[in-house]
């Protein structure tokens, strides 16, 4: 059975290509996946995530069973603000990314990865168990719209009238009550493409008039409906992890190069140090050399690397395997094959001359830091 | 929409081949909306042999990537360089500017005609 969400009809008449994402008919594209992905980079971009997960944590120790559930430190998380956090496993794995927002002092939303979202509302249910918190799946009724671009800001402010301020006030990973359509939403300054952006949280019934009205407002800027194949090529773009590719359940946040994430100094209300859930296990991969690193690869050919192939220590015939691909594509903002692959620690220097083994050849890659592609400071 | 010219004949692979002479091979748009945005080609050079059936290039996109396999046996005699130059063109108009390359024709592999090609393509 596959999941919908309730913009499949729009998709579909803006005669989009549809994918299987995680369970869910999702639009690959609509029509070109360079001029989506170029769209966003010069104008912007209107994205359907409704298929992401959205968790509630609600009441009084909602703040106490976050900071014990996940590795971040959600009790200084401030109402009004949103944070990128991770769930662990006992051994340090990651089970998912998330993003946090906290809506009021003892109100939080989890917003996790589609493929996981089953898993991570199990895993907090049993995690909060022991603290005066409640935990409930939101996502059936949830649709997430994201608008993405250099002129997001312009295009959110038209369907939002009056309300340009509070939207440009509001910093990155920030989130604030915005009136659109006469109702209240929840606008967060987020996003996933390495752009300026909003994501836009709403009952799936305001679905269908808030994409339509975005479309409307956004088209004559140079607004496009983007799709998942260009959300993966911005976000790679700009060096961000996809669970499933970076981070699953043998890696831990370390060696994903997110370690930033694991927030060992949080305290308990004794100041003692808090046991949270792979407290153990990251504690001593801190600082510890791990047996692979995250790199980011620039390829010196045309030919890109996938998700899954080999790197190799050279290209010519003696070479060996030091590390595989994570995600790999042909950059439309660069021009040149950029990648992220698990590397030895050895190799990973940036500089450091590698090969990527492509369908049976060698071809030339080199390490470079990332992410591949920053956007230029408005 | 996937089109399906009556005036050429097809492979299971999605390349087309036309009845001139030399004859000239493409993909299908069957295969270009599956790909996306195809950013790169390796075809053949001229002067290769050829043999239905082998994979002889690669058509690779910003989300993918497909082997080329060729329809019929011979020789290249003309390569497009204008869709290497500018491999957008096999996705605007994959059954004309964006043609791949000409062959020598010495033997024609397993080719379907358009209506054979058609319920493969939409099966």
Sequence with gaps: MSNQTPLLEEHLALGAS??????????????????????????????DL??????????????????????????????????????????????????????AEERFVVVANASNAPEVLSELSQRAEG?????????????????????ALEIVAIVAPGQRPVLEAMPYYAWATVRILGHDMIVSRTGYTGEDGFELYVPNALAVPLWRALLEAGSPLGLVPAGLSARDSLRLEAGMPLYGNELDRTTTPFEAGLGRVVKLDKTDDDGAPLDFVGRAALESRKGAQPARVLVGLQGLGRRAARAGYPVLNGTDAEAVAVGTVTSGVPSPTLGFPIALAYVTPELSGEGTELAVDVRGRAEPFRVVPFPFYRRPKS | MATFPANLRYTAEHEWVD?????????????????????????????????????????ESTKSVSELFSPVSGTVVEVNQAAIDDPALVNSDPYGEGWLFKVQVSAEGELLDAAAYEALAQG
């Design chain 1, 18 to 47: 549809l994918t299987d994402f995680a369970g869910w008919q999702m639009p690959l594209r609509y029509t070109s996946d360079i001029a989506e992905h170029t769209a966003v980079r010069e104008a912007a971009g209107l994205f």
């Design chain 1, 50 to 103: 409704s298929h992401m997960g959205e968790i509630a944590v609600v009441g009084p120790q909602a703040a106490k069973a976050l900071d014990h559930a996940l590795v971040g430190n959600l009790s200084a998380l401030a109402v009004g603000r949103a944070r990128y956090t991770m769930i662990c496993q006992e051994d340090g794995g990651v089970i998912d990314d998330l993003v946090v927002y906290r809506l």
């Design chain 1, 131 to 151: 603290f005066t918190a409640h935990v409930y799946d939101m996502s059936a009724d949830t649709a997430l719209i994201a608008v993405q671009g250099p002129r």
């Design chain 2, 19 to 59: 009845d001139s002479t030399p004859t000239t091979v493409g993909i299908t748009d069957t295969a270009t909306e599956a790909l996306g945005d195809i950013v790169y080609l390796e075809l053949p050079t001229v002067g290769t042999e050829i043999e239905a059936g082998a994979v002889i290039g690669e058509v």
